[in-house]
């Protein structure tokens, strides 16, 4: 089976995902900057949201590129992962029409450590496609990366509760750490 | 004529129609979980939509990987098959807001039959383009589970007006007879 | 220049088009058959919409399946064509709302000949870049259907204002005209 | 790394940004030409943002054209872009619905500054990885155009404030310089 279709479904699932959320920044009825500053905090969580996004597509992008081949268990691995960040518009609107609040906050990052539980098995189910040996597995590697973000998502989920901003920049740590280019993957595939 | 294009433009409304449904579950304005609670029947017909849509870009992947060309014909019973999909968000909202009432129930089953009426209309216009004996016909061979599931979905309408639930838990198992993938295609593919 | 992006872009512009149409037929608050009754003319004038953007990519497929390469001059014609085609899914909804009343008749009509004139100027941009004995030009010939359409356009547009229903069909006509597939560039691309 | 993939999903984004601005132009409620008449200011702004969109797609579209390769760098600095150009919906809507009015058209000038600022990181990250003396290098040559641009937007900025009309002319110079194709990067490729 041919992953071409599965990249192109995802970059359009994605693509899309990464637009509509813009459209929770409803333009305000009056001309004037003060009309603007309720909007700030929606869109520093579209910002937060684009980054993650485009985290995501950049990953998908390194995953898939070492791909070879997919099978029935990989697309629908892959559906699970888009169904978590399909919600991420929803709990970015929510988040940042509330300014931050608890509940909100929490259910983003609950979102958050749901994809990347549906990325780590996406992972599984390609390596157990490709064999343990296979170059895809060993730049994978053991994925320290991706364990440690699920384990700072479980942490700031409570955390939301007693202090909203430092969930908020537990979830700006792990995209930070993101946002640098996974090398493990690149210095394989230079091999 | 080529099927580049077909696969590209079906991914593109697929990936759309898939991601748009989100947009029916509206944000709340409040930061509380209560405010959650109302959105939860949206958000289980949004899984149920969601999860259809995959099946059927699983199976469209699956058909059209067999597929050798197209002609004017199968295009347009692909776009056939890509309106009735294109009302699921619609359905899917209808659905969600009236917490599985009966009306939106049977109209929910109502779209997911002729989708698979669509579905069922495209696989016989490809079969008749390639001839009966070709590994495109012997791969979908009588297509027992498609005519199964326009069955179900048949008797599951009139079952939304005296039980909705039993109707919303016949989709449930359209869907999960669908979700182990095909091996009838999968089989002659790898001979 | 190559016109694999032109393609993917102008696929991508319509998949949104034909998808976000659907977002007009907004889901009604109440769980009853009398409450889908209002949309009705929604739903016609979005079956309307969806079977014209279906015919212009279907057109746009055939027209740059037989194409050999893009200018700058090809690409802002089509980027022409997709604009007059992105205000369908507004002049579709003003139409389904309003009963198919004069004023939106007429108006969904001027789209439609303006989107009609854009296609007639990207086939003469890439006649004109192809050359006149070019494979594209003999299959594209004088393009009457392509004329006549727009003559049944403006006719249409006046007769809104007395009949709209008079209108909507001579849409339907052109509709129905161009569902038949185009043998033309199908026969010179068969030789 | 294959630049396919950047291409597709850059694709993507700016196809769904061109078409969710029109989701702006909401259809009125009466079906007089009356009820038109205040969509033309938002119909204009569409209009700009239309072209707008269509000349970055252009752009990206040579430049992309005329390079070999990616890296994490330049994913970064291309959804950089992509995070200015899907502002413009909202600046779009803002600027439309109360009639170019000084705040909203300096924000929307800010916007494209911002864009054309991320192109130009863009331009200089793509230089950078394939080299001084590539032919990327030669045909982007000193851009004088995306230099102008930017330095008429912060023109208009403060403008904006005096006479709002005339930043609005700024913007739609701009747009006229740029509909003119690039001859720089087309004469480096036709050699």
């Known amino acids: 089976m041919n992953k ?17 959320m813009v459209l929770e920044m409803k333009s305000p009825h009056e001309p004037s900057l003060a009309a603007l500053r309720p909007l700030i905090s929606v869109l ?8 993650y996004i485009g985290i995501y597509w950049n990953n998908h992008h390194h995953l898939l590129h ?10 629908w691995a892959n559906l699970h992962l888009l169904f978590w960040l399909s919600l991420i518009p ?5 988040m940042g029409e509330n300014h931050f609040e608890a509940w909100p906050v929490a259910v983003y990052g609950m979102v ?8 780590f098995i996406l992972t599984k ?15 994978i590697g053991r994925d320290r990366k991706g364990q440690i973000s699920i384990m700072i998502y479980a942490a700031a989920i409570p955390l939301a509760f007693a202090r909203p901003w430092i969930a908020g920049a ?8 993101w946002l640098i ?5 690149e210095r394989t595939l230079a091999q």
Chains 1, 2, 3, 4 share one sequence.
């Open 90 to 94: 929803f709990t970015t609107a929510w």
């Open 4 to 20: 071409g279709r599965l990249e192109a479904f995802s970059d359009g699932v994605l693509a899309v995902i990464i637009t509509i």
């Open 170 to 177: 537990f979830y700006v740590l792990v995209a930070i750490m």
């Open 66 to 75: 070492a791909t070879q081949r997919v099978n029935g268990a990989t697309l």
């Open 112 to 119: 958050l450590l749901l994809a990347g539980v549906a990325y």
């Open 181 to 185: 280019p996974d090398p493990r993957i």
């Open 125 to 139: 189910a390609l390596i157990k496609l490709h064999g343990r040996g296979s170059p895809l597995a060993t730049s």
């Open 44 to 51: 520093l969580s579209y910002v937060l949201s684009f980054v």
